[in-house]
Structures are given as C-alpha cells and as structure tokens.
C-alpha cells in the first residue's frame, strides 16, 4: 500500500494519532484474511523542495527493496 501525506504521521511524531488510515486499511485487509500489508509512505511533501524531494526518493527506494 503506497500513500502520501502531506504532514507527518508515522509512528513517534506529535500526529501519529491523527493517522486513521493506515489503521484501518490493515483492518480492512485483514478481514479479507490478507495479513502480509506493507505500508509505503511519502510524508512531510506539503513542504515542498527539497523535502519532498527527499520523501518522494525514499518512498521509492523502499518499494525497490518490497519489490527485490
């Protein structure tokens, strides 16, 4: 599952609580008895730049290693 965010929401950081999403896909799928979900995410890219740059090129890097 590829998502992107414009904030940060991962685990740790002042807004993970305001995550729904990766919460209830992973409920979602798990009532379709799918339990291997891998989650990719592209955050902080409200920001722009280089920061988004740097988001977008490690979102991508761990979908090659997901895909290797």
Do not use: C, N, W
Not at 46 to 66: D, F, N, S, Y
């Amino acid at each position: 599952m590829v998502s992107s965010h414009g904030g940060i929401f991962t685990s740790g950081s002042p807004y993970a609580a305001f995550d729904h999403q990766e919460g209830h896909l992973t409920a979602f799928f798990s009532f379709l008895s799918v339990k291997d979900v891998h989650f990719v995410r592209a955050e902080d890219l409200a920001l722009g730049g280089e920061m988004q740059k740097r988001a977008l090129e490690a979102a991508q890097a761990q979908i090659q290693t997901l895909a290797a």
